[in-house]
């Protein structure tokens, strides 16, 4: 006698949906709203009747996608994570890095469908600029601008670089983002002294 195959664990309503929101976001940067259900399903690898029984509609599926990847939190908990530990320099790569992918998900997202330009329902620059500051704190001495206005210089050209119609051109790589960041085109500011090293 042959054992029969075990069947895999059904997923709770909650696990679907998050499985129905991961297959369909990169089919929205894609497809746009005009991503079928067909297409989904096969994305999800689910029977096309899976997605309305998870969502009642399309449309609900495709303003849960665009509302998770708005959420501001799981962003702000990838850079809390930043190792103050490292080099500075590798600090401030690792925040491009994040800033760079979030900018260009949502950017793209909300490109293809339609809702660039929308207003949001939350303001996240403050806490972002909090949380950058405390990731930049070890080397307050190394900067010429508080751990404020840092933050918010790294969070303004991040933002540039990840939106083509604004640098034009080639793009630019993490490295290069971060190199400009930290030295501009030329090095260090004339005539102000470099800070001592230490």
């Known amino acids: 006698m042959t054992d029969k195959p075990l069947r895999a664990p059904s997923l709770t309503v ?3 949906r998050s499985m129905l929101v991961d297959a369909v976001t990169p ?15 096969e994305r999800a690898c689910i029977a096309e009747g899976t997605i309305f ?17 708005l959420d501001p939190e799981p962003f702000r908990e990838k850079l809390r ?22 900018f260009t998900t949502v950017f793209t997202l909300m490109t293809s469908l339609g809702l660039l330009g929308k ?5 996240p620059r403050r806490e972002f600029t ?13 900067l010429h601008f508080t751990a404020e206005r840092s ?11 990840s939106m083509p119609m604004i640098h034009l051109g080639t793009g630019f790589d993490d490295d290069e983002i971060t190199t400009l960041i930290l030295y501009g085109i030329a090095g260090h500011p004339a ?3 470099e800070p001592p090293s230490h």
């Not at 969502?55 to 996608?65: R, V």
């Not at 994570?81 to 979030?102: F, K, Q, Y």
């Not at 933050?151 to 670089?161: D, E, H, K, N, Y």
């Open 151 to 161: 933050a918010q210089i790294i969070r303004m050209v991040s933002l540039a670089a």
């Open 53 to 69: 029984r998870a969502f009642g509609t399309k449309e609900e599926l495709i303003q849960a996608a665009v509302a998770r990847q």
């Open 191 to 193: 005539g102000v002294p």
């Open 27 to 41: 089919l929205l940067t894609e497809f746009g709203a005009a991503v079928t259900t067909k297409q989904i399903a």
């Open 14 to 16: 909650e696990d679907r």
């Open 119 to 123: 207003p949001h329902t939350h303001d």
């Open 81 to 102: 994570a930043v190792d103050v530990g490292l080099p500075l320099e590798a600090r401030v790569r690792s925040i491009v890095v994040l800033m760079r992918e979030r």
């Open 130 to 142: 909090e949380i950058l500051s405390r990731a930049l704190e070890p080397d307050l001495e190394r």
